[in-house]
């Protein structure tokens, strides 16, 4: 079927009994996230709680399988859930190359439309936001589409920034400048003094949410990514209350402006590395002006985290399966010579994998600081090289690459210290290298690494066991009866297939 809507996405996982619906009575107050935590940890199906303080929440929708992240992520645009990640990766290379307009409808087909409430009829607090972690600032939405627009062009500007509910028509949107929707609103919009026009698309359908978290260059519109990706337009409908246009199966639209030069408390917040991170912040102050919603919405969430490690959860999964595939055509677009650009899969926000024809170590580094100065990259603070044969997703062969072909002496590098841009979100920053807390704004700079695991000329050596060899031990342990799945490939597609 189609994957037109949150719900036709949590129908295709419904029929493969892949939904948990939880009709228990359960509460926004760390409930939620405590039984979606365990469904990450113990890889379980996706939690659908039916009944939140009497409200629906949906945790962690897109978390893939712990051996297979992108599986649900295929769902979302309608590929086979077994699909391999090599064909993955191709498949949504070759859709992100097409990329299509959206159309716009009127208000009266949008399910978005289906309740309107502006001005002082808002209330943001009538909705389950969860309170994700025992010492969060406060009830968050992080997991929607943030819409803005350029006030000097006609580009209009997807994302993912987390807002931290305050009161029924104000929250606090995380801003880290540098980032494109961050620098919009500092360097335009407030340094004019002017409120930013601003829309938050909760729960829509999974292509929109896939290309909010990609690397969509600047000037250039997620939605006709979107549109790539899930191979038809995307259907979007003007706001009530400002001119921006969202998409038009969302659960709920949050209407508003973030204000200029008025800030309000943010954090601390359990963030992606799996730790708690401080201190609070003073942030952006996004004011409601109107929201928009179906009858029964479905909000979904994030425990953020939960993805490290063997974990997975929706922004880890996303990681691999959205922006590895479009920054591997990013570097390709970019005229790079490289195979593969893959997160890895165990820290997938901190850590990318590259494997590459071109090992000429002028080349890499050339690569490596191409990368790590592009607004992307902020959140990433090593890469590994590796050679085109190895597969970037195989954690193993990663590390016996690292192993074998990285000298310690010449093949890790690093750029100096407050030579890279960087967020600050790392637990090893300093409470100085996270920035002015009163500005929001994060040391503009820091140190970044990348290693150099490609075979040198004298690395070269014969193996222990050829691949007849292999093949024929293969062959011998699957006729007494041993579990293919849980046997080495020998060939490299194949191996990748079998993740």
Known sequence: MTVDSLRDYLQTLDE??????????????????????????????????????????????????????????????????????????????????????????????????EVTRVETDVDLLEFPWPYIHAGDGGRYSNLHTLIVSDPDSAWIDWSYHRAMIHDNETASVLLLAGEQTPNLFYYK???????????????????VQYTSVMWIPTGRSEAAFAGGLKGSPIELVPCETNDLLVPATAELIIEGEIVPNIRRDEGPFGDYFGYMHGPRRSMPTLRVTGITHRKRPIIPFCVEGTGVGYTENSTSSMEVGCVGPDATLGLQAGGFDIDQCVPWSSTPRGVYVISTGNTDPGYLHELANFIFTTWGML?????????????????????????????????????????????????????????????????????????????????????????????????????????????????????????
Request: aromatic share 8%; with cysteine; hydrophobic share 35%.
């Open 16 to 113: 493969k009994n892949d939904l948990i619906e939880v009709k228990d009575r359960i509460s926004w107050n760390l409930e939620a996230s405590a039984l979606t935590m365990l469904a990450n940890e113990r890889d379980h199906g996706i939690p659908l709680f039916e009944d939140v303080d009497g409200r629906r929440l949906v945790g962690d929708p897109y978390r893939g399988s712990q051996r297979r992240p992108w599986d649900r992520i295929a769902q979302g645009i309608d590929l086979p859930q077994d699909i391999s990640r090599q064909e993955f990766y191709r498949e949504t290379i070759s859709r992100l190359q097409n990329p299509r307009e959206p159309v716009t409808i009127s208000p009266e087909d949008a399910p978005c439309k």
């Open 189 to 207: 919009y407030e340094r004019e003094d002017e409120p930013m026009p601003v829309a938050i698309a909760v729960g829509t359908e999974p292509a």
């Open 379 to 499: 959140h990433v603070d090593f890469f590994v090289f590796v050679d085109a044969d190895i597969d970037p997703f195989d954690q193993r062969e990663v590390l016996e690459a690292l192993v074998l072909h990285a000298d310690p002496d010449s093949d890790f590098h690093q750029f100096g210290v407050e030579t890279m841009p960087k967020v600050p979100l790392n637990i090893y920053q300093t409470p100085s290298e996270k920035g002015n807390v009163q500005t929001g704004t994060s040391k503009a700079k820091t140190a970044k690494a990348y290693i150099d695991a490609t075979r040198s000329d004298d690395d070269f050596v014969t193996g222990t066991l050829d691949d007849d060899l292999q093949n024929w031990a293969r062959s011998v342990l699957e006729d007494a009866g041993a579990n293919p799945d849980m046997l080495p490939f020998t060939d490299s597609a194949q191996r990748g297939g079998s993740r």
